[in-house]
C-alpha cells in the first residue's frame, strides 16, 4: 500500500523519469529508513537492476537486509586485501564472496547489489574474461576428465588430495570433486570414459554424497587469471623487456621470486600484483552490470571513507615499493573517487543525501526534495509524512532487535508490519505491530520493538509541535507458538 502511495507522487515520478537517461539526479532529505523502500520500489518499477554504493560495508550490509525484506533478491559485494606478498595462512573468503556475486550477476540472479565505495573501486576481473572460464555440467555431457582438470587450472582452482573449502578441486579415479566459489555446497562428478554419469552434492566433513544435482554452473576462484605457469612466466618476461631503465631492474627484483616459482611448474599465491600486466583494460564491478540504476548513498560519507581509504592504501603501497615487492607499473590496483564521478555521468545514478550540501563534481540534472516527496498523504507536518516514517522505522526495528536488545537471538521473520489509528477523542495515536517468524521461539520482543520505535519516531517528528506528549501502554497483546504457548491479553494470560 505505501508503495503504491510512493510511486503516486510527482517526486517519485520525477526521480523514475530521470532515471530513465545517463546522468546524476540529486534527492536530499530523506532519511535511510525510507531509501531501501525507495529503491526496491525503483527496482520493481523500471525493471533494472540497483547497484547502491555506501561508505562502507556495515552500511551495504544493511541495505542488502532491508531490500531482501522488502522482496529483491540482494547482495553485497564487499572489499578484500589484495594479496601482493605471500603470507602463510592467508584466506581468500572476501576474493571468493566478490566472485560468487559476479557468478549471481552473470547468472541473473540478483535484483541488487550493495557495494562499499572500497570494493566498487577496486579492479577485479573483466566480464568477458569471466564468462570464458565459466562452465556448466549436466549428467550425459561428454567432456573430457583431463580437460575438465585443465579447465579448473585455467579458472584458478586449487588441486587437492581431498576438497576442504572453495576455490579447490580433487581428482580421485572416475570422480572430480570441485567447490565453487558461489556453491552452498561442493559437487562431486563421476564420469564413466568421457562421459559425466552423475553429480551430486557432498558434505565437507563426512564427504559423502547428498542429493543428486541437475546441473553445476564453475565460476573462476580467481580474479586474476592467469592459465598456466609457462603462459604466465612468459607474459611477466615479456613486461620486463619492455621496461627500460630503473623500471625494468625494479620489475626484474619484484619477479624473480615469483618467476623461480613459475619455472619449477607452481603457481605463487601472490599474483595480484600482476593484475595490470595480465589486464591491460582493467575493469571493476561496473562493468559487469547492464544499465544499472547506480545510487550513491551519501556520497558526503563516501567522499570522507575514500579519503582514508587512499591515505591507507598509499601508505601501504609505499611501504611494498620501498621492500621492492612492488616496482612502478605493478602498484595500479585501484581507481579513484575522480573516477567515481565520471561513472556517475556516464550510468543512470541517484545521488543521496541527508541535508543538502555541495557536490561539485558531479554535474546535476535535477534535484528533488524529499520533503514533499515524503507526504503521500494528508496531514503531514514540517518533517514529512509522520505515519508512512514511523512504519518504515518500526519494521527496521523488528529487523535490528537482536543488535538493541542484549542476549535477544536474530530470528529469520517471515513478516513484519505496523499499522496505525488514529483516535481524536484521546488526540492520540495507537499502533499495532505484528511480526511473524518461522522459527520454533516467541517475537514478542521483536513486536515489543517496533511498535516503540515507531511510537518514538512519531514523537521525534512531532516534538516541534509539542514537547509534552508521551509514550504510555506498551504492551504485549496476543502470541502464538513457542515453548510458552498461546497467550491473549484480553482474556487474562495463557489460553
Known sequence: MYEALLKSTPEYQKIAESLRTPGPAALFGLPPAGRALLYAALQKDLGRLVCIVTPGEAEATHFADDLKALGLTAAVFPPRDFMLRPVEGAGREYEYRRLSVLGALAGGRLNAVCVPAEALLQYTVPRDEFLRNTLTLKPGMVYNREALVARLFAAGYVRRSQVDGPGQFSVRG??????????????????????????????????????????????????????????????????????????????????????????SGLMPEAMDKYYGIRYPQPATLLDHLDSPIFVLDEVGGIR??????????????TGLLEEGVLCPGLDVLYQTM?????????????????????MNEFKLKDLINAEAFAAVQSGTVKKGDVLGVARIAGIMATKRTSELIPLCHPLPLTKAGIEFRLLPEQQAVEALCTVKTSGVTGVEMEALTGVSTALLTIYDMCKAVDKGMELGEIHLVEKTGGKSGHYIRAEGGYV
Open 304 to 317: 570522507d571513507a575514500q579519503k582514508a581509504t587512499e591515505y591507507r592504501r598509499g601508505e601501504e603501497l
Open 174 to 263: 572416475d570422480i572430480v570433486d570441485i567447490y565453487a566459489p558461489d556453491m552452498h555446497q561442493p559437487a562431486r562428478v563421476e564420469y564413466w570414459d568421457d562421459e559425466i554419469d552423475s553429480l551430486a552434492s557432498f558434505d565437507l566433513l563426512t564427504q559423502r554424497r547428498d542429493g543428486s544435482l541437475e546441473k553445476i554452473y564453475l565460476s573462476p576462484a580467481r580474479e586474476v587469471l592467469f592459465g598456466n605457469t609457462a603462459e604466465t612466466a612468459e607474459a611477466l618476461r615479456g613486461a620486463i623487456k619492455k621496461a627500460r631503465g630503473k623500471k625494468r631492474t625494479a620489475m626484474e627484483k619484484a619477479t624473480e621470486a615469483d618467476l623461480a616459482q613459475l619455472d
Open 338 to 358: 575522480d573516477d567515481l564521478a565520471i561513472a556517475a555521468q556516464k550510468q543512470s545514478t541517484l545521488l543521496c543525501e541527508n541535508f543538502l550540501r555541495g
